[in-house]
């Protein structure tokens, strides 16, 4: 039986707020949604690797809303480029700003995808 999709959820508490990522990778691509507070759908940005013979940067493309386009851009491809495969990153702020956000939120991508390769990964 082919296996399914992983899903894992992760969670933080910094400076007084809760921060959220769930996690979804399939055979050929991944989808990151990280927020803040609650989990929540945010701008979202969608990363291509390049195919392994040809040099050059991950390419992406913001997919959908406009505040938190550099997070969500830099998130897709440092992701697209670590797991080679396309990947998609939605970014949900409510009160921080994208800069104070950023190290929270690449500590929580750290986290899934470690938990994602590890035996703890969720398949549900």
């Known amino acids: 039986m082919e296996e399914r999709a992983r899903v894992v959820k992760e969670e933080l508490f910094e400076q007084d707020t809760r921060f959220l990522a769930v996690y979804v990778e399939t055979n ?6 990280l927020s803040e ?7 979202m940005a969608i990363a291509v690797p390049k195919p392994k013979d ?14 938190n386009a550099v997070s969500a851009r830099m998130f897709a491809e440092y992701v697209a480029s670590k797991k080679g495969k396309v990947a998609m990153v ?14 929270f939120f690449m500590h929580l991508i750290e986290k899934v995808l470690r938990s994602a390769t590890g035996k703890e990964a969720a398949t549900t």
């Open 28 to 33: 050929n691509s991944c989808l990151i949604m």
């Open 37 to 43: 507070k609650e989990d929540k759908l945010g701008t």
């Open 54 to 67: 040809l040099l050059g940067p991950v390419s992406s493309s913001v997919l959908l809303g406009d505040k």
């Open 90 to 103: 939605s970014v949900y702020l409510d009160r921080l700003s994208e800069m104070q956000a950023q190290t």
